[in-house]
């Protein structure tokens, strides 16, 4: 059997890459930093000409019609060069629930000027008190066809910046999925600094009307459609840390390999190599459990369990190559003149990004506990 990766996803692949080497550079990074959005607008167009924002969009609403693991190689691409450009909050968590449990007027309206890079939507996940979107704790109660939402949602990536946020609420009967306008009278954003310094915002709703046409999956679907969305975007993330880590981990070896103790490259060290080399273990343990998920939920099947993995693996990957990687540049590794610091960052957003390593892995333990993992 083979397991090697088809040529369209290596066609994908390198054609984000080439486009995110040649576009994103630090010099560029340093002036992103200075724009209150800190959203490169010039490469995010540049990726919708290239088709790239609607890789896993179906070809009728303005994508390439590819699939989730596609998707993932171009994220994965964004890692490796921490562009900031928001790939996982727009074009996994926001885009692929609507695409797969939207109206046709739904997928229309909000799918076809996202892939065209015209408009962006957005998700908000996270409560202060609670990383599960299908078991939130903000409110919604009918009122006619559509909802009046009060709750706070938090850790909201470019909430200012977009034409939607997608959002779950519970009711008397059931989680709902909706479609929330940031403008919309109610709503109030209070900006956030967080790790990676994405902008986001708390997201702090009181009164507000959500119309029918806004409403993704009433309180019979919502919960299933949300526990969809976390699921993949879990994987994304862990498909984006294969790239941070990896790039952390080259940059690495190239520095020890430069660099000079006692006259001779610091690579040859015994005790250096074998940081380098644990170093390369996990990315490639994490890249086999991230891609492992992504083609499960490909198919549509039960992955629940990978899924955990993959973001155990994600954390653990992302904490131990990080700390390596400054241990063996050195002081030079905390130096904002030198691109490590971004990289590392990252890698500490990403692991605490719906979840730690700790939690999911005593979920994951309970699991298999219970016998309900890895039981034939």
Same mark, same amino acid.
């Given at each position: 059997m083979d397991f090697s990766f088809s040529e369209q996803q290596q066609d994908v692949q390198n054609l984000a890459r080439q486009i995110l080497t040649e576009e994103v550079s630090a010099e560029r990074q340093d002036v992103v930093d200075q724009q209150p959005d800190r959203f490169d607008k010039a490469l995010w167009a540049k990726l919708?000409?290239?088709?790239?924002?609607?890789?896993?969009?179906?070809?009728?609403?303005?994508?390439?019609?590819?699939?989730?693991?596609?998707?993932c190689f171009f994220i994965e691409e964004a890692g490796r060069t921490v562009a900031p450009i928001p790939v996982i909050p727009v074009l996994v968590s926001a885009a692929l629930?609507?695409?797969?449990?939207?109206?046709?007027?739904?997928?229309?309206?909000?799918?076809?000027?996202?892939?065209?890079?015209k408009t962006l939507i957005t998700t908000a996940f996270m409560e202060p008190m609670g990383e599960d979107p299908a078991t939130p704790l903000t409110q919604a109660r009918p009122q006619g066809a559509g909802y009046v939402v009060n709750g706070v949602k938090t850790a909201v990536?470019?909430?200012?910046?977009?034409?939607?946020?997608?959002?779950?609420?519970?009711?008397?009967?059931g989680v709902v999925a909706l479609m929330i306008n940031p403008r919309a009278e109610g709503v109030t954003l209070v900006p956030l600094k967080v790790t990676s310094g994405e902008p986001q915002s708390e997201m702090r709703l009181e009164n507000v009307l959500v119309a029918t046409c806004d409403v993704l999956a009433g309180p019979e679907q919502g919960g299933e459609l949300m526990t969809w969305a976390a699921q993949r975007t879990i994987v994304a993330y862990a498909a984006m840390q294969v790239g941070v880590s990896d790039k952390s981990m080259r940059?690495?070896?190239?520095?020890?390999?430069?660099?000079?103790?006692?006259?001779?490259?610091?690579?040859t060290f015994q005790a250096v190599g074998h940081?380098?080399?644990?170093?390369?273990?996990?990315?490639?343990?994490?890249?086999? !459990?991230?891609?492992?998920? &992504?083609?499960?939920?490909?198919? %549509? /099947?039960d992955?629940? !369990?990978?899924?955990?993995? &993959?973001?155990?693996?994600?954390? %653990? /990957?992302?904490?131990?190559?990080?700390?390596?990687?400054?241990?063996?540049?050195?002081?030079?590794?905390?130096?904002?003149?030198?691109?490590?610091?971004?990289?590392?960052?990252?890698?500490?957003?990403?692991?605490l990004t719906l979840g730690s390593s700790a939690s999911t892995l005593a979920k994951l333990g309970e699991k298999i506990a219970k016998g309900e993992a890895y039981v034939s």
């Open positions: 919708a000409e290239a088709g790239l924002l609607g890789v896993s969009i179906a070809e009728k609403n303005g994508g390439m019609g590819f699939n989730f693991t596609e998707l629930p609507i695409q797969q449990f939207g109206s046709v007027e739904q997928q229309r309206r909000l799918l076809q000027p996202l892939a065209s890079g990536p470019l909430a200012h910046l977009s034409e939607r946020v997608l959002i779950s609420a519970k009711t008397d009967n940059m690495t070896a190239s520095y020890t390999a430069e660099r000079q103790q006692f006259g001779v490259p610091i690579a940081r380098a080399a644990n170093c390369f273990i996990d990315v490639e343990c994490l890249k086999l !459990t991230a891609y492992q998920a &992504a083609s499960l939920l490909e198919a %549509d /099947v992955a629940s !369990t990978e899924v955990e993995i &993959a973001k155990v693996w994600a954390g %653990d /990957v992302g904490h131990r190559v990080s700390f390596a990687s400054q241990h063996l540049h050195g002081g030079i590794g905390i130096d904002k003149d030198y691109p490590l610091w971004r990289y590392c960052l990252w890698a500490r957003h990403i692991e």
